[in-house]
């Protein structure tokens, strides 16, 4: 009896020391109901947290370049005859040809005039025969400044307009001439015959026919 105590009191150290060694090698036991216990880090390379968002690839456009477009077939037959700017553009009416126009014959219109103004009548001949009818009308112009109720000068304006290719001022010179004309019933006529000439330059044929109509009354 005496040699088991002395056996248990020797091995009782030994066995201590081994279950002290087993209990630092073991982990803690849970504890329930109290808190988590929060596990450190381990020591090493950490991860990367995966990213929610998904990764596109993206791909260059493709040069065009490159591609090859498919034939347009029509399902109608094209015309052969382009379609052009001017053939959409309402065409502007052509002016009458010479031989077109009822023939018109002036009269050289002659009153009495001043010194003065029968000096620029005649230089405004001169001109008008060389030509020159852009100073022929500026000497008519200042012959009317001195006599503003001639006629005549009014007349051979109008004429001049005529020559000019300016049918609308004609138009109006000849019609202020036939005013003043008074009781001259020849230059009256010849007034209104220069009228309807200007109107069928202008291709007022109708106007031109009330002209000729009124030129037939004096």
Not at 156 to 181: G, H, N, W
Request: glycine fraction near 4%.
């Amino acid at each position: 009896m005496l040699l088991k105590r002395i056996v248990i009191i020797c091995t009782l150290p030994s066995v201590l020391a081994g279950c002290a060694g087993l209990y630092g090698s073991q982990p803690p036991a849970p504890v329930y109901g109290g808190q988590p216990k929060i596990q450190k880090p381990s020591v090493g390379t950490p991860k990367k947290p995966k990213s929610d968002k998904e990764i596109v690839k993206t791909q260059p456009l493709k040069d065009f370049s490159e591609v090859n477009p498919e034939p347009f077939s029509p399902s109608e037959p094209a015309s052969s005859s382009p379609v052009t700017l001017e053939a959409l553009e309402p065409s502007a009416p052509t002016p009458p040809s010479p031989s077109e126009l009822t023939p018109f014959q002036p009269i050289e219109a002659t009153v009495p005039l001043s010194p003065v103004v029968t000096a620029l009548v005649s230089a405004a001949n001169q001109n008008t025969n060389a030509g020159d009818l852009d100073s022929a009308a500026t000497s008519i112009e200042r012959a009317i400044r001195i006599e503003p109720r001639n006629a005549t000068l009014f007349y051979k304006l109008a004429l001049l307009r005529l020559k000019q290719s300016k049918p609308r001022l004609a138009e109006d010179l000849a019609k202020k001439s036939a005013l003043l004309a008074a009781t001259d019933n020849t230059l009256k006529k010849h007034c209104w015959l220069l009228i309807a000439h200007a109107r069928e330059i202008q291709q007022d044929f109708s106007g031109a026919k009330a002209a000729r109509a009124k030129a037939g009354s004096f």
